[in-house]
């Protein structure tokens, strides 16, 4: 019964930055690699970037690398996503999610949050 929950979605404008934060609330929270999607109007749901159990391996879409980080804190439970240089291209809901072992592709991960609303301006 691991349960994922985002915050720290909002509005603001294009260049600005937010951090979203997604806590779990299970105990096996450290066993596994989290990531983040997200989904705009209109289109599939997409990947973002992911973060492995332990914090050493980490994956960016290329759209937002080099402006979205990944971090992890086992210790309380929770994943982060720091976003800066935010594009109106970035306005979407956000994903947190969390799968056992390598996975692959959406199907893949096991735990998913209910999502956090981005919304960048022009």
């Known amino acids: 019964q691991v349960q994922l929950v985002e915050s720290g979605g909002g509005l603001v404008q294009a260049g600005g930055s937010l951090r979203l934060s997604c806590a779990a609330s299970g105990r096996t929270f450290s066993r596994y690699t989290m990531a983040w999607f997200r989904q705009a109007p209109g289109k599939e749901r997409e990947f973002v970037t992911r973060i492995s159990y332990n914090g050493y391996s980490i994956r960016y879409a290329d759209s937002v690398k080099g402006r979205f980080t990944i971090s992890r804190d086992n210790a309380k439970n929770t994943v982060y996503l720091q976003m800066n240089v935010l594009k109106p291209e970035d306005t979407a809901v956000y994903y947190c999610?969390?799968?056992?072992?390598?996975?692959?592709?959406?199907?893949?991960?096991?735990?998913w949050g209910q999502g956090t609303q981005v919304t960048v301006s022009s």
């Open positions: 999610a969390g799968a056992v072992g390598i996975p692959v592709n959406l199907n893949e991960y096991d735990l």
